[in-house]
């Protein structure tokens, strides 16, 4: 069976697909007209599989022989050039297997979707919808904010060689967990959203991974370095644009999200990112 196939984004695919994707039932296995850019596979009765030489997709729906579907066919479009391979619509497989993507246009469904169709196979059902594609949606839904930086304030002046304390205020919008669902073509995806850590480039050529908010400076706590999420300059920001370092505080957000319906889940990945400032002087000591 096929995997799923993926709802493509149609900026994507609407300029490939739409004007040169079309069913021609009086050809036998022809391919249709396209771009320059395209290898258009037209659908018939045929039994021939994309990936063989002059051969044509099998209408969505049916299971191939001489039978036609009642259902209006379906044209399978070989996107070419192949998206790059870390792209979504590849669903897990590599150029090293024999297979390639397909957009999907059907007469009696908006716009452009995406399969991976392995050499030889016809396709032999209608797409579906993807859940990942629908927990994203979800996602996008949700208010996903950068951290909101408490420390260093960008009022504050700090001295080298002094441990520095970072802490982000948590809230749902700015660590979670928040959560959201989506529904498309019968297929409801819930989707759960929280920060996993935060990246900080302190502007000075070093970063710093904390796995939470971290914990806030306290006077009481006098010079000691933060327990969880820290760090030291150790060089003025005299020389650095307005004198202050330009550091950036990135939010990786992991969403979990599931489809009971499909018994299906996963998990990915979005990021967020907030600017702060952090003004560094010398210690000027007085015989």
């Not at 929280?194 to 306290?218: L, Q, S």
């Given at each position: 069976m096929l995997k799923r196939a993926t709802a493509a984004a149609v900026a994507l695919l609407a300029g490939t697909l739409a004007p040169t994707a079309h069913a021609d039932g009086g050809r036998d296995g022809?391919?249709?007209?396209?771009?320059?850019?395209?290898?258009?596979?037209?659908?018939?009765?045929?039994?021939?599989?994309?990936?063989?030489?002059?051969g044509a997709a099998t209408p969505a729906g049916t299971s191939g022989g001489s039978s036609r579907s009642s259902k209006p066919l379906c044209t399978y479009t070989r996107l070419d050039p192949q998206p790059p391979a870390e792209n979504m619509f590849w669903k897990g497989h590599d150029r090293s297997e024999r297979g390639a993507v397909y957009g999907v246009n059907c007469p009696d469904q908006q716009g452009a979707r995406t399969v991976w169709i392995p050499d030889g196979q016809a396709p032999d059902a209608a797409p579906v919808i993807d859940p990942e594609v629908v927990a994203r949606r979800a996602a996008a839904s949700m208010r996903l904010e950068g951290p909101k930086v408490?420390?260093?304030?960008?009022?504050?002046?700090?001295?080298?060689?002094?441990?520095?304390?970072?802490?982000?205020?948590?809230?749902?919008?700015?660590?979670?967990?928040?959560?959201?669902?989506?529904?498309?073509?019968?297929?409801?995806?819930?989707?759960?959203?929280?920060?996993?850590?935060?990246?900080?480039?302190?502007?000075?050529?070093?970063?710093v991974t904390?796995?939470?908010?971290?914990?806030?400076?306290?006077?009481?706590?006098?010079?000691?370095?933060?327990?969880?999420?820290?760090?030291?300059?150790?060089?003025?920001?005299?020389?650095?644009?307005?004198?202050?370092?330009?550091?950036?505080?990135?939010?990786?957000?992991?969403?979990?999200?599931?489809?009971?319906?499909?018994?299906?889940?996963?998990?990915?990945?979005?990021?967020?990112?907030?600017?702060?400032?952090?003004?560094?002087?010398?210690?000027?000591?007085?015989?």
């Amino acid at each position: 069976m096929l995997k799923r196939a993926t709802a493509a984004a149609v900026a994507l695919l609407a300029g490939t697909l739409a004007p040169t994707a079309h069913a021609d039932g009086g050809r036998d296995g022809g391919v249709c007209e396209g771009t320059a850019l395209t290898i258009t596979v037209c659908a018939s009765d045929s039994g021939s599989a994309p990936g063989k030489a002059g051969g044509a997709a099998t209408p969505a729906g049916t299971s191939g022989g001489s039978s036609r579907s009642s259902k209006p066919l379906c044209t399978y479009t070989r996107l070419d050039p192949q998206p790059p391979a870390e792209n979504m619509f590849w669903k897990g497989h590599d150029r090293s297997e024999r297979g390639a993507v397909y957009g999907v246009n059907c007469p009696d469904q908006q716009g452009a979707r995406t399969v991976w169709i392995p050499d030889g196979q016809a396709p032999d059902a209608a797409p579906v919808i993807d859940p990942e594609v629908v927990a994203r949606r979800a996602a996008a839904s949700m208010r996903l904010e950068g951290p909101k930086v408490a420390g260093p304030r960008a009022a504050g002046t700090y001295v080298v060689g002094m441990p520095m304390w970072m802490w982000a205020t948590p809230s749902p919008s700015t660590f979670g967990p928040v959560t959201a669902s989506a529904t498309a073509g019968g297929v409801t995806v819930t989707a759960t959203a929280k920060v996993t850590t935060v990246r900080w480039a302190m502007g000075d050529g070093t970063t710093v991974t904390c796995h939470g908010p971290g914990t806030p400076y306290k006077t009481s706590r006098e010079v000691t370095s933060s327990p969880d999420c820290g760090h030291l300059y150790e060089r003025a920001s005299y020389e650095e644009p307005g004198g202050r370092y330009q550091g950036t505080a990135t939010a990786h957000w992991t969403i979990t999200w599931t489809a009971p319906a499909l018994n299906d889940g996963g998990t990915f990945t979005e990021t967020r990112t907030t600017e702060f400032t952090a003004e560094i002087h010398e210690v000027q000591v007085v015989n």
